[in-house]
């Protein structure tokens, strides 16, 4: 679309009646009408206009005009569209030299960018990190799924959203949800090995190897943590295959490129016009009876605490701090519409998250079995039996099993790109950034760049993850060898880091001890091809088809 500012328009346009009031009143164009003169002058204006932000700011002007730029015409849909989502900004990043900023012009040469390095990164996370924020339209578009809760608010609302919600968040906390985790994970065990021995490999006898979807299993898993977790609600998706709320996320989420294309109309158009798009409706529908139903849930338990907080004695409080919603209650700083979006944010976010990083977990250990086998051994050797319980220090001090999740999360960013767009005049990495201006923050590409990661940026290594005492001993570390943190940004950093990412890191570990002490996994058919895809996260097109075999642990 054509950069017109709305201040430049509105002076213009005031520029222009002032002039045709004037020459009328001079006597001068006396022929003709005053609707004909003013918009034989509005015509000018809008004319210069347009030369102005098409022809002359983008190339003469722009503080922007001498960054790296990307050849030929690139739109953020074009980006949006890209299967995986940040393929193109990946090769961008090995292709073009740079100093953190990499431009690229849209339709009428507006500008969008990249940001590719630590300086840059840093800027728009951390140091100025109050001057972006989300595009309105994706904004709009994605509170009709979750609310506006913390993910979605900007400003003011996003500092005190934030420092009430951060408590529940503590790593004290999250530690001791260990056994909460460890108890779902062996539901799921069972579950997958009923499903395995139900559905037998071709050729093999019941209970030796059966097929799996992974996927739906994984959601139903982490759903069924945040649940209690969030809101003191256990929905038994593990348990009960007709599951309302796991289906309805199911029904939201699906990776399908219908889904790519309606996200991508809606993040272009306002909601009362992407509406109007035809062919969009059935999706328009999915959208509102799903969310309906889930906002429905969201309230009946915040009416169900609101009860239990009136009628509960001062002693019994910790009970109600069991909880999120129970948490942030007894603080009185949400109404109930607020909570309901706070609610939707965390079962959406804090489920989807996990389960994408398990699904690709798995995949990517099917490919590398090597690596599986001495993972399994790892976990054996420190876990008794899938029933012994877990502390938290066992499981964060595991070498290999912290080296596998932080690739996958490194690899396979749930979300793979998001963008933010400057509302004042600022800086980064040294460049004047005009207000308006749109940057990508491509967790798909920067965690994969040759820049932080080297030649190996794109492998699956988790020994990176690994450091090696003279003495042969093994120990988690947390870079990758990687030169700055900002070199990962699964869960971005600073202010609007994800609040949650110790919660889904813990997860994460729960959940790939769990599955593979108990199973060896490969690809149902090691030929298939597998392609990242998604709409709002990243999934597996296909699903992630499994041939489980149980093992003894």
Same mark, same amino acid.
């Given at each position: 679309?054509?950069?017109?500012?709305?201040?430049?328009?509105?002076?213009?346009?005031?520029?222009?009646?002032?002039?045709?009031?004037?020459?009328?009143?001079?006597?001068?164009?006396?022929?003709?009408?005053?609707?004909?003169?003013?918009?034989?002058?509005?015509?000018?204006?809008?004319?210069?206009?347009?030369? /102005?932000?098409?022809?002359?700011?983008?190339?003469?002007?722009?503080?922007?005009?001498?960054?790296?730029?990307?050849?030929?015409?690139?739109?953020?849909?074009?980006?949006?569209?890209?299967?995986?989502?940040?393929?193109?900004? $990946?090769? /961008?990043?090995?292709?073009?030299?740079?100093?953190?900023?990499?431009?690229?012009?849209?339709?009428?040469?507006?500008?969008?960018?990249?940001?590719?390095?630590?300086?840059?990164?840093?800027?728009?996370?951390?140091?100025?990190?109050?001057?972006?924020?989300?595009?309105?339209?994706?904004?709009?578009?994605?509170?009709?799924?979750?609310?506006?809760?913390?993910?979605?608010?900007?400003?003011?609302?996003?500092?005190?959203?934030?420092? !009430?919600?951060?408590?529940?968040?503590?790593?004290?906390?999250?530690?001791? $949800?260990?056994?909460?985790?460890?108890?779902?994970?062996?539901?799921?065990? #069972?579950?997958?090995?009923?499903?395995?021995?139900? @559905?037998?490999?071709?050729?093999?006898?019941?209970?030796?190897?059966?097929?799996?979807?992974?996927?739906?299993?994984?959601?139903?898993?982490?759903?069924?943590?945040?649940?209690?977790?969030?809101?003191?609600?256990?929905?038994?998706?593990?348990?009960?295959?007709?599951?309302?709320?796991?289906?309805?996320?199911?029904?939201?989420?699906?990776?399908?490129?219908?889904?790519?294309?309606?996200?991508?109309?809606?993040?272009?158009?306002?909601? /009362?016009?992407?509406?109007?798009?035809?062919?969009?409706?059935?999706?328009?529908?999915?959208?509102?009876?799903?969310?309906?139903?889930?906002?429905?849930?969201?309230?009946?338990?915040?009416?169900?605490?609101?009860?239990?907080?009136?009628?509960?004695?001062?002693?019994?409080?910790?009970?109600?701090?069991?909880?999120?919603?129970?948490?942030?209650?007894?603080? #009185?700083?949400?109404?109930?519409?607020?909570?309901?979006?706070?609610?939707?944010?965390?079962?959406?976010?804090?489920?989807?998250?996990?389960?994408?990083?398990?699904?690709?977990?798995?995949?990517?250990?099917?490919?590398?079995?090597?690596?599986?086998?001495?993972?399994?051994?790892?976990?054996?050797? !420190?876990?008794?039996? !899938?029933?012994?319980?877990?502390?938290?220090?066992?499981?964060?001090?595991?070498?290999?099993?912290?080296?596998?999740?932080?690739?996958?999360?490194?690899?396979?960013?749930?979300?793979?790109?998001?963008?933010?767009?400057?509302?004042?005049?600022?800086?980064?990495?040294?460049?004047?950034?005009?207000?308006?201006?749109?940057?990508?923050?491509?967790?798909?590409?920067?965690?994969?760049?040759?820049?932080?990661?080297?030649?190996?940026?794109?492998?699956?290594?988790?020994?990176?993850?690994?450091?090696?005492?003279?003495?042969?001993?093994?120990?988690?570390?947390?870079?990758?060898?990687?030169?700055? @943190?900002?070199?990962?940004?699964?869960?971005?950093?600073?202010?609007?880091?994800?609040?949650?990412?110790?919660?889904?890191?813990?997860?994460?570990?729960?959940?790939? !001890?769990?599955?593979?002490?108990?199973?060896?996994?490969?690809?149902?058919?090691?030929?298939?091809?597998?392609?990242?895809?998604?709409?709002?996260?990243?999934?597996?097109?296909?699903?992630?088809?499994?041939?489980?075999?149980?093992?003894?642990?």
């Amino acid at each position: 679309m054509v950069l017109l500012f709305k201040e430049e328009l509105m002076a213009n346009l005031a520029l222009s009646v002032v002039a045709t009031i004037g020459l009328i009143s001079a006597g001068q164009f006396s022929g003709w009408t005053f609707k004909g003169l003013f918009a034989c002058v509005f015509a000018v204006n809008f004319g210069i206009q347009i030369i /102005w932000d098409v022809l002359v700011y983008p190339y003469f002007v722009s503080p922007l005009r001498n960054l790296p730029l990307v050849p030929g015409m690139v739109s953020q849909l074009t980006i949006l569209m890209d299967q995986p989502r940040g393929k193109r900004p $990946l090769q /961008w990043m090995r292709d073009i030299p740079n100093d953190g900023l990499i431009h690229f012009r849209g339709a009428f040469n507006a500008s969008y960018l990249i940001a590719t390095n630590h300086q840059a990164l840093l800027d728009i996370m951390s140091t100025n990190t109050y001057d972006f924020e989300k595009p309105w339209k994706a904004r709009e578009f994605l509170a009709r799924i979750i609310g506006f809760g913390l993910i979605l608010s900007e400003g003011n609302a996003h500092r005190v959203q934030r420092k !009430a919600l951060t408590p529940a968040f503590n790593i004290k906390n999250i530690r001791g $949800l260990y056994g909460l985790m460890w108890e779902k994970t062996n539901i799921l065990l #069972g579950e997958l090995e009923r499903e395995a021995r139900e @559905n037998p490999m071709e050729g093999m006898g019941s209970g030796e190897s059966g097929k799996v979807e992974m996927s739906v299993w994984a959601s139903r898993l982490t759903l069924d943590v945040i649940g209690p977790v969030a809101m003191g609600r256990d929905f038994q998706s593990l348990t009960h295959k007709e599951n309302k709320v796991a289906d309805s996320f199911l029904a939201i989420l699906e990776p399908s490129r219908e889904k790519l294309i309606f996200l991508g109309v809606n993040f272009v158009f306002p909601q /009362w016009l992407a509406r109007l798009v035809p062919g969009m409706g059935r999706l328009h529908r999915v959208i509102d009876e799903e969310t309906g139903y889930l906002r429905r849930v969201c309230h009946e338990i915040v009416r169900e605490k609101r009860i239990a907080l009136k009628s509960q004695k001062a002693v019994d409080m910790q009970e109600l701090e069991a909880d999120i919603l129970g948490t942030i209650m007894l603080r #009185g700083e949400f109404s109930d519409d607020e909570l309901v979006d706070q609610m939707l944010t965390f079962l959406a976010a804090g489920h989807e998250t996990t389960a994408s990083a398990l699904t690709w977990a798995c995949y990517l250990l099917c490919l590398h079995p090597s690596v599986q086998t001495r993972l399994r051994e790892e976990i054996h050797a !420190a876990i008794p039996a !899938a029933n012994h319980a877990v502390t938290w220090n066992q499981l964060e001090s595991m070498p290999l099993l912290n080296g596998v999740c932080q690739e996958v999360l490194r690899l396979y960013p749930t979300v793979p790109a998001t963008v933010r767009e400057a509302i004042r005049d600022t800086v980064v990495a040294g460049t004047p950034i005009p207000r308006g201006t749109r940057i990508t923050l491509c967790p798909y590409a920067t965690n994969r760049s040759p820049h932080f990661w080297g030649p190996t940026s794109e492998q699956f290594l988790p020994e990176r993850w690994i450091d090696t005492d003279e003495k042969g001993n093994q120990s988690v570390n947390h870079h990758g060898g990687a030169p700055t @943190n900002f070199a990962q940004i699964t869960f971005l950093h600073g202010q609007r880091s994800c609040i949650g990412k110790d919660f889904a890191r813990a997860e994460l570990r729960c959940a790939v !001890a769990g599955v593979v002490g108990g199973f060896v996994m490969e690809m149902q058919d090691p030929a298939q091809e597998i392609h990242v895809a998604g709409a709002v996260t990243t999934k597996p097109r296909e699903g992630m088809h499994l041939k489980m075999t149980t093992v003894e642990w």
